[in-house]
């Protein structure tokens, strides 16, 4: 097998897994749950979202394989599976504050070289 040809289904797996944290309620469900886990209706409240809509999110989140779930009653918790996704976003989150700061340097000069003396 040539290492330079990825298969196609794998380039999808990889593909849907990006997918599942491209959603911007994901990310705050998963920013919720970090460190605990939470009832399906505490997820509701902490995202201002309709229960519906997490249920969703959570579904989707949970055949990824990124969360864990468990019934106690008649209640669902869910908790992280997969800590990867935290070590994700943290290293998009430092190369997005990376460019920021960047830019504001770019906007300081700017306005430093327009003052007029």
């Known amino acids: 097998?040539?290492?330079d040809v990825i298969p196609?289904?794998?380039v999808q797996q990889v593909a849907e897994y990006f997918s599942v944290l491209s959603e911007p309620t994901r990310l705050k469900i998963l920013?919720?749950?970090r460190g605990q886990e939470k009832c399906v209706q505490e997820l509701v409240e902490s995202?201002?979202?309709?229960q519906a809509n997490v249920s969703k999110h959570l579904k989707v989140m949970l055949q990824a394989g990124?969360?864990?779930r468990r019934t106690e009653g008649t209640?669902?918790?869910y908790s992280i599976a997969d800590e990867l996704s935290?070590?994700?976003c943290n290293l998009v989150c430092d190369r997005l504050?990376?460019?920021i700061e960047k830019q504001a340097q770019y906007f300081r000069a700017f306005s430093l070289s327009s003052k007029t003396p």
Do not use: D, G, H, Q
């Not at 995202?47 to 309709?50: G, H, K, V």
């Open 86 to 88: 935290f070590e994700l």
């Open 1 to 3: 097998m040539n290492p």
């Open 97 to 99: 504050a990376a460019r």
């Open 31 to 33: 920013n919720v749950l």
């Open 8 to 10: 196609p289904e794998i």
């Open 47 to 50: 995202t201002a979202t309709s």
């Open 66 to 68: 990124i969360l864990n």
């Open 75 to 77: 209640s669902a918790y």
